[in-house]
């Protein structure tokens, strides 16, 4: 089994230069293989982070917009309550039965709006991702990389092919967040 290891050992050592690629990043020696934390690139680049804050800032908002509607539903909820000695069966009825249709429709559409919220924070991730692909294609060239994977996927490495601290140096120094997606 060790005679079978040796020439693919070998092969793939001397392949990043015979291509005639120099290195230059300084935690990834010339490697056919790279790896990255695309969560670590999210998070703590400051493109990612300013995504973030806006959908944090987002999410806050519509949390407020829910506790405001949810105050405004008990109180007209404790009205009703309060009116029903006052009136007779069937009216009270029709008014229970308005009451909650219109609290049903406000809290869906309240879920409808938090739904709405995650698809656009995945889209910009996605969106992300998308802008920082050139800077991945530097990183490769330059390392005389064939493929960068997650880090999640990669059972055992050296922590030399890890270019994630790399990739938000760039990122931060490019200085351009993505344009968020639309609002919902």
Avoid: C, Y
Avoid at 19 to 28: D, F, K, N, T
Avoid at 141 to 170: F, M, N, P, Q
Wanted: net charge negative; glycine share 6%; no cysteine.
């Amino acid at each position: 089994m060790r005679g079978f290891w040796a020439p693919l050992v070998l092969t793939l050592g001397l392949w990043g230069p015979a291509l005639g690629q120099e290195v230059s990043l300084p935690l990834a020696p010339a490697t056919p293989v790279l790896t990255l934390d695309t969560d670590r690139v999210f998070l703590e680049s400051s493109a990612g982070k300013a995504l973030e804050a806006s959908i944090a800032a987002e999410n806050e908002a519509l949390a407020a917009e829910n506790r405001k509607i949810d105050a405004a539903l008990e109180a007209e909820e404790r009205d009703l309550t309060e009116q029903r000695p006052k009136l007779g069966v069937a009216e009270f009825q029709a008014l229970a039965e308005a009451f909650n249709t219109k609290a049903v429709g406000l809290r869906e559409a309240q879920v409808s709006k938090a739904k709405a919220l995650e698809r656009k924070r995945v889209e910009e991730r996605q969106q992300f991702f998308q802008t920082i692909g050139p800077v991945l294609g530097e990183i490769m060239r330059e390392a005389g990389a064939l493929v960068i994977l997650e880090d999640r996927a990669v059972l055992v490495s050296a922590g030399r092919i890890d270019v994630t601290e790399e990739v938000i140096r760039r990122m931060d120094a490019l200085g351009a967040a993505p344009a968020p997606a639309p609002a919902p």
